[in-house]
């Protein structure tokens, strides 16, 4: 159980609120035994933190969350953008219980081009400041190695370790390997290309890593053409191969206009529990990264607020300067030196959209993957783990119980208890129930009435109770339920909540503030059915003894025919009309000649109606 702190302390955590700052920065919960369990950040600290404690939660978590509070803390910065990127580090630090997830948060690789004589090209892991160059990181490890792959089909660079200073080229101190005698290196080890030549390729490498795959061709067929004019036939078909790879590449890469020179694209498609952010960063028109991440959520937040640490910490990993990211919707949150844009049209709003599509479909691909993979059981187990989580119950309800009372203006009080058993129907467990000690309409003694009836047999004949009980109703219902079990003594055995119909709110005893479960949620959606079934169960056989009594009523309105011949001839012909439709000898059979006259007199002169 969550502790309730008395009203010193909650006085105290006031006291805290009211000294902080009217500036930016980040604000840390703490429990009672020191650990941390919230990290926030804040354009004014005062606001927010003092926002937890003057309005009632938005749901279960953070009401929760609000109870754990034992003490609060802060740190002041600049601006908000600084707080945003604290929080960020914080958060991956101290993984705090109440915070987002970042489901991914592993290394990823980068093209190094290294700084040395002849400088190899090679995927690394580690960034070491040397002056070398990197560029990535790459989230995709095929697509990294298929690119350094082409680079090195292409410009034909060394893949040795060797130190190939002009020294020791000059000495000759290294030998071509078995590399430059299958054509996959022009052998500078040897002497056999100079460093200059060497030195353009690289050129070439570094432009096209950067996205500027057209700038690579503009100067390779500027080269090829001076080839060909000074008669260097050989050579001009060399570069002009190169430029047939390269015009390839780019067609694959380009997506827009090469005028989109360097631009982030960050979209969100989010449900109750997850929020999948989609990344492409552009540069000359291609898409030269691209990555797709998973946040957990914790207190049902916004998808604003999602995005927004989406894009501070992907932009960390991957050392982002665009000065200029599109998103699907606006961002309150001043990042310096950037520009947030919505696109409504053109090459940018394609581009938006093509990240939205990847989002939603990569949302999609995972739920059917995971209904794919999961049996019946396995996903029935789900949807209990995850109702199981969202009430903070203590173990799986595999047996739930719903009951709902029915009666119409006070008359003919019946209930119903329906049964679910691992998150399903178990209809012949289904029992009603004829309200007995209750007399007009009077649902909170009704429904106490059923339960203690329901669970007073269940007791005594060592029947099994469930993990869960719901009561169709709100506070009123939900109490007279928790004092029918308290008079059994199983209160403190069997969680029980209500659900109000008006706005989904559920219930929990002693507790005055209701929470809201997303509408989306396998949890709410199970509690509806599980409320649907026992009204759907209980209208049903209320209709039955409303109509019983009608039609025997009606019968009995026939002076000389009595309760008990209306009861025989109801069981034995079912209706009023088979009744009014037997032969004057089969209904003299039945009653006797003297009922028999009495009824036929009755229909004949039409004083009932055929229900």
């Known amino acids: 159980m969550s502790p309730r702190f008395s009203n010193s302390h909650i006085d105290y955590l006031k006291t805290l609120v009211a000294v902080l700052p009217e500036k930016p920065g980040i604000y840390q919960y703490f429990d009672n035994q020191g650990i941390i369990i919230y990290i926030g950040k804040a354009k004014n600290l005062k606001k927010r933190v003092a926002s937890y404690f003057s309005k009632v ?159 690579a061709i503009k100067k390779l067929r500027k080269t090829m053409t001076n080839h060909a004019a000074n008669y260097e036939f050989e050579k001009a078909n060399e570069i002009k191969e190169k430029l047939i790879a390269l015009e390839k590449y780019q067609t694959k890469s380009t997506v827009a206009s090469p005028s989109i020179t360097d631009v982030d694209v960050f979209t969100i498609s989010a449900d109750e529990k997850i929020a999948i952010i989609n990344f492409l960063k552009i540069q000359n028109g291609a898409i030269i990264q691209t990555h797709t991440i998973e946040l957990i959520k914790q207190l049902d937040e916004s998808d604003h607020d999602l995005l927004l640490m989406a894009i501070i910490d992907i932009r960390q990993k991957i050392y982002s300067n665009s000065k200029e990211i599109l998103v699907p919707f606006p961002i309150e949150t001043e990042l310096m030196g950037v520009k947030f844009l919505i696109p409504q049209r053109g090459d940018k709003k394609k581009l938006l959209d093509l990240s939205q599509r990847n989002a939603t479909y990569y949302r999609l691909d995972k739920e059917k993957q995971k209904m794919f993979q999961a049996s019946p059981q396995k996903h029935s187990e789900r949807i209990l783990e995850t109702l199981k989580n969202d009430l903070h119950l203590k173990e799986i309800p595999y047996r739930i119980e719903c009951f709902d009372n029915s009666n119409f203006q006070g008359s003919n009080p019946v209930a119903a208890c329906v049964v679910f058993i691992n998150g399903k129907p178990a209809k012949r467990e289904y029992r009603h129930f004829n309200v007995k000690t209750v007399e007009g309409p009077n649902d909170f003694a009704s429904m106490e009435e059923i339960v203690l009836r329901r669970y007073k047999r ?43 119909k008006r706005l989904e709110e559920i219930y929990f005893p002693g507790d005055q503030t209701p929470i809201y479960l997303n509408k989306k949620s396998e949890s709410l959606k199970l509690i509806q059915q599980l409320r649907d079934e026992a009204h759907r169960f209980g209208i049903t056989f209320h209709r039955q003894q409303r109509s019983k009594n009608f039609i025997s009523n009606e019968l009995e309105t026939i002076k ?52």
Request: proline share 5%; glycine share 6%.
């Open 458 to 500: 269940q007791t005594e004949e060592k029947n099994p109770l469930p993990q869960l009980i719901v009561i169709d109703g709100g506070k009123g219902q939900l109490s007279a339920a928790v004092q029918a079990l308290s008079k059994l003594n199983i209160s403190d055995k069997i969680p029980v909540i209500g659900i109000a």
């Open 57 to 215: 939660p938005e749901n279960r978590k953070t009401a929760l969350l609000i109870r754990n509070i034992a003490d609060i803390k802060h740190m002041v910065v600049d601006t908000e953008e600084d707080a945003l990127l604290l929080e960020n580090n914080l958060i991956k630090r101290y993984k705090p219980r109440y915070n987002i997830q970042l489901k991914d948060d592993k290394t990823y690789p980068w093209i190094c081009i290294k700084k040395e004589p002849l400088p190899r090209i090679f995927k690394t892991r580690k960034i070491i400041r040397d002056g070398s160059e990197y560029f990535g990181p790459y989230t995709s490890v095929n697509t990294l190695n298929s690119l350094i792959w082409f680079l090195h089909k292409l410009f034909k660079i060394r893949t040795c370790s060797y130190f190939l200073s002009k020294e020791n080229i000059e000495k000759r101190k290294f030998k071509a390997c078995l590399e430059y005698h299958i054509g996959n290196c022009k052998g500078p080890c040897e002497g056999f290309l100079s460093e200059e030549q060497y030195g353009e390729s690289i050129t070439q490498i570094r432009d096209i890593l950067k996205g500027n795959v057209s700038g």
């Open 560 to 611: 000389g025919i009595g309760p008990e011949t209306a009861k025989r001839l109801l069981q034995k012909y079912k209706s009023v009309k088979n009744v009014r439709e037997l032969a004057p000898e089969m209904l003299k059979l039945e009653v006797g000649a003297a009922k028999a006259k009495l009824i036929t007199d009755h229909f004949s002169k039409g004083k009932i109606e055929d229900k």
